[in-house]
Nanobody, 124 residues
Framework: QVQLVESGGGLVLAGGSLRLSCAAS????????MGWFRQAPGKEREFVSA????????RYADSVKGRFTISRDDAKNTVYLQMNTLKPEDTAVYYC?????????????????WGRGTQVTVSS
């Protein structure tokens, strides 16, 4: 059974940093493209970033380019999202997602495994 467990969320002041982690189990991690999405209150879930299963190519939403960095450690079955220069509009629940042999999809249907999310709150 595939499980994705996010951690690292919290409350931070604007301009600060957080690093999210997503630990995967029940799957061959190195064969999966990993993504991060977020959902703010009253808004739809949106794409943040993705890293593919081979070669490490990455993709970012325009709103986070230059501030967020996605990375993966296949030995630890973990994907990370380093978030710098955080803004109040980054406040959301952040979700980890996975798809086997997937492309760098930026849409929800592009992933078939999801974590339960971790809350990130950025105060001004």
């Amino acid at each position: 059974q595939v499980q994705l467990v996010e951690s690292g969320g919290g409350l931070v002041l604007a301009g600060g940093s957080l690093r999210l982690s997503c630990a995967a189990s029940g799957m061959i991690f190195s064969m999966h493209t990993m993504g991060w999405f977020r959902q703010a209150p009253g808004k739809e879930r949106e794409f943040v970033s993705a890293i593919n299963w081979i070669g490490g190519s990455t993709r970012y939403a325009d709103s986070v380019k230059g501030r967020f960095t996605i990375s993966r450690d296949d030995a630890k079955n973990t994907v990370y999202l380093q978030m710098n220069t955080l803004k109040p509009e980054d406040t959301a629940v952040y979700y980890c997602a996975a798809v086997r042999y997937g492309a760098l999809a930026d849409s929800i249907p592009g992933y078939n495994y999801w974590g339960r999310g971790t809350q990130v709150t950025v105060s001004s």
